[in-house]
């Protein structure tokens, strides 16, 4: 498995397409625009590529780290 940084949502871009990020913590249910640090390699299964993403919630009460996980096909990606 490889980890690459990210940093910002442009750099997502070049690996997700349009890829949708979180509104919401999970931790703290706040209304957030995440930090974006870290994501794992795409792993395929019966044609869906998963990935997974750090991000970062910006709330200073909160700042947990939170993992999003993407599903990639058909040239869309989803965030579930």
Known sequence: ???SYIGNEEILSDYFENPELPKKC????????VNIYLFTNTKYEEGVGYSEV????????CNS????????????????
């Open 1 to 3: 498995m490889s980890i």
């Open 26 to 33: 999970p931790v703290c249910r706040h209304t957030i625009i």
């Open 54 to 61: 750090l991000f970062q919630c910006v709330n200073s009460d």
């Open 65 to 80: 780290l939170f993992i999003g996980k993407y599903a990639k096909y058909s040239g869309f990606s989803e965030l579930y």
